[in-house]
Structures are given as structure tokens and as C-alpha cells.
């Protein structure tokens, strides 16, 4: 089945500074690649999505992207602020029958960005 | 309305004791989940309802018994807990693409905090 690595799994960066996270998956088939970003005590939420006939996408500050080839799909936040503090979960999607609808996520990334 | 809505936020209960989890959205989604969340860990898939039909079931004890009553309701049910379920269970819900392979973004709900005595 499908299996998602993430790295790193803390991530320490000052305000403005960029950062970013990467994730490789192994099921070559899955074709649906979203971060959730998850605050303390609260639920995850989709930040960004991708999907496999993509290369690249981009929300004002947040980016995403993938090479299917390797089988790897980044996030990268730029001048990020104290409020991007957060864990960040990437996930992928495998395709096929019985599949629909399933999400595997990496282990996450705890995001901290000092003032 | 764009939201997925759990209750109760947090549970208490007893091994020996018997009680469920709700969840509602009005978004017209036609996919909902359960997923489970340990602390610092990624949400776990436990069940997957399709059009108020069960898709996935990713092998979860049977103490945990899940129910779509309709297209705007999710339930689990709980009996016989062990210490070790206690966690967040997070429902989710999707619009569903009505093509197999295709998975639309999850909305989360809240989540309700579970705790086995």
C-alpha cells in the first residue's frame, strides 16, 4: 500500500525567513497530493492541494510542488510569520478500486517561526 | 454552511460503558469519514461512508461501530473501550466526484476528545 515519508519533523525558522517541507510518497498510481496545517488543539485544515497532472501550484505566500518521477511534492512557505506556526501534514491519495476517498499522511512537520 | 460539526468536544467514559460520537455537515457532501488522532501523530483512517454506504473499513475493532443514517449524519458508536483508544476522533466529510480514484478535499470537523478510563 501506500506509504508517506515527510521531513524534517521540527523545523525551526525566523520570521520572514522561507521554509520548507518534503514529502515522498511510493504508490506511483496516487494522483492527489494536499498539506493540511493543524494549530494547536484545532482541526486539520487544507492549506494547498495538487494534483498529479500538475507541476506546480501557488496561493499568495504558500507553494506546493511535485515531481512524479521521484515521487516527491514539497511545500514551501516564504516570509512566513508567527501565526504559520503549526504542524504541517502532507498526504497522498492511491488510486484504484476500494480506494476512493483514502488519505495517507506523513508523519507531519511542527513548524516554529520566531518573532 | 461549511462546516462539519462533532459532538460532544470531549467524552469521558468507562471500559465498560456504551456511547457514540456524532457528526453533521450541510454541505451536500456524499463521502464522510472517521479518522483517529493520537497526540503528535498524523489522523488515522478508521471508516469510510460513500453515498451512506460503507467503502472502507481499514480494519478496526468491532468495538468501534460506525452508522450513516443519512447523507448528513455520521455516528460511532462505542462499547468496551480499551485505555489505549483514548484520542481525537476527528469526522471529515468530502464532496464526492462519483468517479472511483478521485478524492475531493476533506473538511474536518473539530473533533471530540475521547478518554477511556
Known amino acids: 500500500g501506500e506509504n508517506v515519508e515527510q521531513h524534517p519533523s521540527t523545523l525551526s525558522v525566523q520570521e520572514g525567513d522561507s521554509a520548507v517541507i518534503k514529502c515522498t510518497y511510493s504508490d506511483s498510481a496516487s494522483n492527489y497530493f494536499p498539506w493540511y496545517k493543524q494549530e494547536l488543539g484545532k482541526r486539520p485544515q487544507l492549506i494547498i492541494d495538487?494534483?498529479?497532472?500538475?507541476g506546480e501550484k501557488k496561493d499568495q505566500r504558500i507553494a506546493v510542488t511535485l515531481n512524479k518521477t521521484a515521487k516527491h511534492f514539497s511545500l514551501h512557505i516564504t516570509e512566513t510569520q508567527p501565526e504559520d506556526s503549526a504542524v504541517y501534514f502532507c498526504a497522498a491519495s492511491p488510486r484504484g478500486v476500494g480506494n476512493t476517498g483514502k488519505l495517507i499522511f506523513g508523519q507531519g512537520t511542527t513548524l516554529q517561526v520566531k518573532p | 454552511d461549511t462546516e462539519v460539526t462533532q459532538t460532544p468536544k470531549h467524552l469521558v467514559m468507562g471500559m465498560t460503558n456504551k456511547k457514540s460520537l456524532k457528526c453533521e455537515q450541510h454541505m451536500g457532501h456524499r463521502a464522510m469519514y472517521w479518522y483517529k488522532q493520537k497526540a503528535k501523530k498524523p489522523p488515522e483512517l478508521m471508516f469510510v461512508y460513500s453515498y451512506e454506504k460503507l467503502s472502507i473499513n481499514e480494519s478496526v475493532p468491532s468495538r468501534f461501530s460506525p452508522e450513516c443514517p443519512n447523507s448528513s449524519l455520521l455516528n460511532l458508536h462505542l462499547h468496551a473501550l480499551q485505555p489505549e483508544d483514548s484520542a481525537l476522533y476527528l469526522c471529515a466529510s468530502s464532496p464526492s466526484e462519483g468517479r472511483i480514484g478521485r478524492t475531493g478535499e476533506l473538511f474536518f470537523g473539530e473533533g471530540s476528545r475521547l478518554t477511556v478510563l
Open positions: 495538487i494534483r498529479s497532472n500538475v
